[in-house]
């Protein structure tokens, strides 16, 4: 039920991790209260959410991340140390990231209003970007998610922290890739330095359900012709990502 995608196991990484929660109607999930943030951003479905001290929520999405994306992310942000319960109403598909250290004083519920979205970029490199949780808010697990147009890039030119290598042993990120159209795929290219110290310089074909951790550098994706490919994305950084609007009415974001 609940499946490890990263973690320091099995990629280069130290404080951040993800997993899968797929959930059938009734299904449920307890834990204790781990150390760290406990970030759930769910892909599909409907969860209950039940968290010590604070109560119960319900939190949807109810259209699948490779339909419409008129359908916004919702997300819930744990704090270090609380027992919490998620159960499905009904079956439901959840991305469950933790960063270990992290800190957010309260509990934290975002839904889709409360989500900045950016048109970045023009031409070859326009992509439409929901910021979930971003710079100016003071949890430290960053997160939201990509759309990418047909055969265009995303993730170009690098952020203006990412030309800085010496930040790396306090950056990590990973992306979770989904499609917007049947079979999709697309080429994920990396070249930089992970927060280990291992550095990266390849390209991966990335398909739905994959995942990478990604290097502070380089890290632009395309789809292959007429597919449609998009990603959630979760990080930390001693420097958040930031948007500048351009005479053009288009987002850089730096």
């Not at 604070?54 to 490779?66: H, T």
């Not at 009904?90 to 469950?96: E, G, K, S």
């Not at 800190?103 to 970007?129: A, M, Q, S, T």
């Not at 930089?192 to 359900?209: A, K, S, Y």
């Amino acid at each position: 039920m609940l499946e490890e995608l990263l973690s320091s196991h099995n990629a280069p990484l130290r404080r951040l991790s993800l997993a899968r929660l797929k959930m059938a109607r009734g299904d449920s999930l307890t834990e204790m209260g781990a150390e760290g943030l406990c970030l759930l951003y769910v892909l599909f479905g409907a969860i209950e959410v039940f968290v010590e001290n604070f109560g119960k929520e319900r939190v949807d999405k109810l259209q699948s991340v490779g339909g419409d994306i008129s359908a916004g992310p919702s997300v819930v942000v744990i704090p270090s140390g609380l027992a919490f319960s998620v159960s499905a109403r009904p079956a439901a598909d959840v991305l469950v990231a933790r960063l270990a250290g992290g800190k957010n004083n309260d509990v934290l519920i975002l839904r889709p209003p409360d989500i900045n979205e950016y048109v970045i970029g023009v031409g070859n490199i326009r992509r439409v970007v929901r910021e979930v949780i971003g710079g100016d808010n003071p949890c430290e697990l960053k997160c939201g998610e990509t759309f990418n147009d047909l055969g265009a890039w995303s993730s170009w030119p690098p952020h203006d922290f990412e030309r800085r290598p010496e930040l790396a042993p306090q950056f990590e990120e990973c992306f979770y890739y989904f499609g917007r159209t049947p079979n999709a795929s697309g080429y994920q290219r990396r070249k930089g330095t992970f927060v280990t110290g291992e550095t990266v310089d390849d390209v991966r074909i990335v398909r739905p359900g994959d995942c990478l951790p990604i290097p502070l550098g380089e890290h632009p994706i395309v789809g292959v012709p007429d597919s449609r490919i998009a990603y959630v994305w979760f990080y930390y950084s001693p420097q958040a990502k930031r948007y500048t609007r351009k005479a053009d009415g288009s987002w850089l974001y730096d």
